[in-house]
């Protein structure tokens, strides 16, 4: 699995970008990866924010541009990275498409994204996450904190449908980089639906939980020493509700500050949430990584 080399920062300078720079520069400096700040402006005249508009004797487009540059180079310069990689991008298509584009073309490892921004002009953000997170080549950092601090409890869901375990070297590879603790998590989907309790009664219900759940241990554990992480908390659910539901509920209650999901394979974000995926990246408090496991 590669290392997070290259790691891209999508930014949009609305009142949340400082703290996803914050976020995606932390993550450099402890990774020693090369970082570069991406701004990209879908140019739509009439939904240009007042603060950003140009003045009347001046080609819109070039403000734009010029001003975007301009702001990106004040946030590195502001983290002490002003030699970092900048790049404005002025487009007729969408923000989510040049984004793609970019990762793709210049070999991202990782892109950090946040979950504010504006909407038209200079929207990076908010549905723009959602699909960056299903259609990025690469893997992806959603950003949801409000603070900055590093992480301290990374949580790792995990259905067991893919005999891979490269999402969970992810999270461990992170937590080793900020000595945070790691969380295993599976949650065991009851469903109390009135049918299954007619054809075979509750207590079979039942039963047949606890034998799920009873696998589902040994295959965390089977996870946690794979992974080198044995002594990893694990934890098994038998939820009640959807499993996105119960998996916010989960992070909220034992504090963690990063959820990580996958791509395809074990961590999946689309065989593990499916349609659910949507609800944690913007139900979770905490800061969301998507793994993309190549098969």
């Known amino acids: 699995m590669k290392d997070y080399r ?9 009142g949340h970008s400082e703290l996803v720079a914050w976020r995606a520069v932390d993550l450099a400096q402890r990774l020693g990866s090369q970082l570069t700040m991406l701004h990209v402006i879908d140019y739509c005249p009439e939904d240009i924010p007042p603060e950003v508009a140009s003045p009347d004797d001046v080609n819109p487009a070039e403000y734009l541009v010029n001003h975007a540059r301009a702001s990106l180079a004040a946030l590195a310069e502001g983290y002490g990275k002003d030699n970092v990689a900048q790049k404005v991008i002025l487009t007729d298509h969408t923000a989510r498409k040049e984004i793609l584009h970019f990762a793709k073309e210049h070999l991202i490892d990782l892109i950090v994204i946040g979950t504010h921004g504006y909407h038209g002009a200079t929207a990076l953000l908010g549905g723009t996450a959602d699909q960056v997170v299903h259609s990025a080549p690469c893997d992806v950092l959603v950003v949801r904190a409000e603070d900055r601090r590093g992480y301290s409890r990374i949580l790792g869901a995990t259905d067991f449908l893919d005999p891979s375990y490269e999402a969970a070297k992810r999270v461990t590879d992170l937590a080793k980089a900020y000595e945070a603790e790691v969380m295993l998590l599976h949650v065991v989907e009851y469903a109390p639906e009135l049918l299954f309790h007619k054809l075979f009664g509750p207590k079979k219900v039942d039963y047949y939980i606890q034998l799920l759940a009873q696998a589902a241990r040994d295959s965390l554990r089977d ?23 119960e998996i916010i509920r989960f992070a909220k209650e034992h504090e963690a500050d990063l959820i990580a999901v996958g791509a395809h394979g074990r961590f999946s974000i689309d065989v593990i949430l499916g349609s659910t995926a949507n609800h944690v990246l913007h139900g979770a408090s905490c800061d969301v990584l998507a793994v993309r496991v190549l098969k």
């Open 223 to 245: 996870l946690a020493r794979a992974i080198g992480y044995q002594n990893a908390e694990q934890y098994i659910i038998a939820g009640t509700g959807a499993v996105a539901q």
């Open 6 to 14: 290259n790691i891209l920062l999508a930014v949009d300078f609305s």
